[in-house]
């Protein structure tokens, strides 16, 4: 039996939870978590200097006004520089200066400024591991003379290749 065109009801939405279907993926303009680390990670990078790894090991020190931490170096460039270190239940200081140097000596660069650009924490490669460790990208600024001659000589002698 057909019903009259004035009885048909207009057509219902039915949200994406009704029907199963993810609306993360279906709308362009989401930016959820997921859609950001997806851009970021498939995006150019947005470095404006190369970054280099290190041949040796590297120790970077972050002064605040009441404490001291210490992470290992992972890269540097002319820009800034990334690093790694242990996580305690503590939210991190605002830290106000670094030092980098050499494990065995021979390398020191003291009282660099720099500003975070990203913290990430994460955990051991274990499963079993309930180490947590904080990854930093660190960008430099108002670097002295003094600090661009070392910074130099540290990319040209210790360092392996671009990252």
């Known amino acids: 039996m057909m019903l009259p065109e ?5 057509h219902i939405q039915i949200s994406g939870r009704r029907t199963g279907v993810d609306r993360r993926r279906q709308t362009a303009h989401y930016r959820g978590v997921e ?4 851009e970021r990670r498939n995006s150019p990078d947005q470095r404006r200097h190369r970054r280099y790894r290190v041949k040796e090991l590297f120790f970077v020190r972050l002064r605040s006004e009441r404490s001291e931490d210490v992470g290992q170096l992972l890269d540097i460039g002319w820009g800034g520089l990334a690093l790694r270190s242990f996580s305690d239940a503590q939210p991190p200081s605002r830290y106000r200066d670094l030092d980098v140097f050499l ?5 020191f660069l003291r009282n660099v400024p720099f ?5 990430t924490l ?3 490669r274990s499963p079993l591991s309930t180490v947590m460790l904080r990854h930093m990208g660190l960008a430099f600024t108002r670097l002295t003379l003094e600090q661009q001659q070392k910074l130099d000589h540290l990319l040209k002698d210790y ?3 671009v990252t």
């Open 6 to 10: 004035a009885e048909i009801q207009p």
């Open 35 to 38: 859609r950001r680390l997806r």
């Open 122 to 124: 994460r955990t051991g």
């Open 115 to 119: 500003r975070k650009t990203s913290e």
């Open 159 to 161: 360092t392996l290749a």
């Open 103 to 107: 494990s065995g000596g021979g390398f």
